[in-house]
């Protein structure tokens, strides 16, 4: 079983930045794949970004490409999502997300993850 920590979240204005973090507990986070998805009010949960068990391979929403950067550090356990030029429509729960591979497959839907963290929001002003 993996546990899943968010942390980083907060109110930033409009073309500032932000970096998220999640903390997975376990000995075995270089074997699970990562994901970041938001979820904005009234609106279903979507794909930010993912990376793969080494970190080698990873996948971007269009809307974040150019501006968000995920990268994982298997030592410490944990994922980042640097942010940058950050926008009003980026405002959302983030959520990290995990799911245990034997492949450098990157899983970019939510019905490819089984565990979930609790969330940060982020919040953006104009």
């Known amino acids: 079983q993996v546990q899943l920590v968010e942390s980083g979240g907060g109110l930033v204005q409009a073309g500032g930045s932000l970096r998220l973090s999640c903390a997975a507990s376990g000995r075995t986070f270089g074997s699970y794949a990562m994901g970041w998805f938001r979820q904005a009010p009234g609106k279903e949960r979507e794909f930010v970004v993912a990376i793969s068990r080494t970190g080698g391979s990873t996948d971007y929403a269009d809307s974040v490409k150019g501006r968000f950067t995920i990268s994982r550090d298997n030592a410490k356990n944990t994922v980042y999502l640097q942010m940058n030029s950050l926008k009003p429509e980026d405002t959302a729960v983030y959520y990290c997300?995990?799911?245990?591979?034997?492949?450098?497959?990157?899983?970019?839907?939510?019905?490819?993850?089984?565990?979930w963290g609790r969330g940060t929001q982020v919040t953006v002003s104009s």
């Open positions: 997300a995990a799911t245990l591979l034997s492949t450098n497959y990157v899983p970019a839907t939510t019905n490819e993850y089984y565990y």
